[in-house]
Nanobody, 120 residues
Framework: QVQLVESGGGLVQPGGSLRLSCAAS????????MGWYRQAPGKERELVAH???????NYADSVKGRFTISRDNAKNTVYLQMNSLKPEDTAVYYC??????????????WGQGTLVTVSS
């Protein structure tokens, strides 16, 4: 069984920063792409940032230049550094990983979500 555990959410003032972490544990043979999604109240879940196995990244237009996704393969962890936060960034943030628990087996795994609130 594979589990993702997120941390780092909270309340921050506009213009502030937060760093989210998401660590995978359990039966892991390899991890493919990793990503962060968010869902604001009354809205659909949307992709925030994505990082490939070799480190290629892409971002939602709304966060380009403010957010940075990175990964530590030795720790099976993905990070999201969020700077210059805006009230419209308020949402529950979910990490997502493509994990092979053994060769030729693939699972899409989601974290439990962490709330980020940007407010003065």
């Amino acid at each position: 069984q594979v589990q993702l555990v997120e941390s780092g959410g909270g309340l921050v003032q506009p213009g502030g920063s937060l760093r989210l972490s998401c660590a995978a544990s359990g039966s892991i043979f390899s991890i493919n792409a990793m990503g962060w999604y968010r869902q604001a109240p009354g809205k659909e879940r949307e992709l925030v940032a994505h990082i490939s196995t070799v480190g290629g990244t892409n971002y939602a237009d709304s966060v380009k230049g403010r957010f940075t996704i990175s990964r530590d393969n030795a720790k099976n962890t993905v990070y999201l550094q969020m700077n210059s936060l805006k009230p419209e960034d308020t949402a529950v943030y979910y990490c997502n990983m493509g994990i092979s628990p053994r060769p030729a087996r693939f699972l899409e795994v989601w974290g439990q979500g962490t709330l980020v609130t940007v407010s003065s």
